[in-house]
């Protein structure tokens, strides 16, 4: 693909992005999430490993 990145242009493509399982094997889950996120995020900047929500992290009690 980088190598035919002259002829992008022609085609009204600007960049490529791997997403999903090529660019790492994983549960189809996290294939689907990449998906969704890519096209959630198209045209908007890159916002790189920054999660777009807050993650709720808890704890064991020590008892």
């Known amino acids: 693909m980088k190598a035919r990145r002259d002829e992008w242009a022609d085609s009204g493509i600007r960049s490529i992005k791997i997403i999903g399982d090529a660019e790492a094997p994983g549960p189809i889950a996290w294939a689907t999430y990449a998906g969704h996120r890519f096209a959630r995020e198209l045209d908007e900047a ?4 920054a999660l777009p929500f807050r993650r709720e992290v808890t704890a064991l009690a020590a008892e």
Do not use: E, F, Q, T
Request: glycine fraction near 24%; hydrophobic fraction near 25%.
């Open 46 to 49: 890159d916002i790189g490993d």
